[in-house]
């Protein structure tokens, strides 16, 4: 049974950052006159997709769901921003979607450990997955940039793939959160 459990929800994660790639992150902010204004962010909701997966379904379906990610965009099939195929290991996106793995796997084993579906703790594992996430990605780039892999300089790439969308997608963590307590709730995760 907890086979079956494992595999629903590296199912469902897949899924969800399969299509969470394809939504653009934005903030609905209310207005005094009851009016919304809708404030784009320059991200979209693949990353949080990963973290939800793992805060809900736990750190073995994160982990499966991210590796089969992984490996549908690695056999040409355009899923990934810049599209996909074997080329993209060597691209400096590689490394962010390559920190999928410990983010998920390490964002699940710390929401297990959270009492009581607590906002605060699920949210600072979303940020604790973000950051592994970026420690990834960084990582990459540092060695790209040591091997002459890419033409743009060390900071261009950190400010284009780090430093801009890092702040949208802290802003997220509080929202990943609620939507963890909620979907915990629903499924009965404790």
Not at 67 to 73: D, E, Q
Not at 107 to 117: D, P, Y
Not at 143 to 169: K, V
Request: glycine share 10%.
């Amino acid at each position: 049974m907890r086979s079956i459990t494992t595999l629903s929800g590296a199912l469902a994660g897949l899924m969800m950052i399969l299509v969470g790639g394809m939504i653009p992150a934005a903030l609905i902010i209310p207005r005094s006159d009851l009016q919304n204004n809708i404030l784009s962010l320059p991200s979209s909701w693949q990353v949080p997709s990963v973290l939800i997966c793992a805060l809900i379904c736990g750190a073995k379906s994160g982990l499966i769901a991210v590796i089969a990610y992984i490996t549908i965009g690695l056999v040409y099939l355009p899923i990934f921003h810049g599209g996909g195929s074997i080329g993209y290991l060597v691209t400096p996106d590689f490394g962010y979607i390559a920190g999928f793995i410990p983010a998920a796997f390490i964002t699940g084993h710390l929401a297990r450990r959270v009492v009581k579906n607590d906002l605060l703790q699920l949210t600072l594992c979303a940020i604790t997955g973000l950051i592994l996430l970026h420690f990834c990605g960084i990582l990459n780039l540092i060695i790209g940039t040591i091997l002459n892999r890419w033409p743009e300089s060390f900071l261009e790439l950190i400010i284009a793939y780090t430093l801009s969308p890092l702040p949208s997608q802290v802003i997220l963590c509080p929202g990943i959160g609620l939507i963890a307590i909620a979907m915990r709730r629903i499924l009965f995760v404790e």
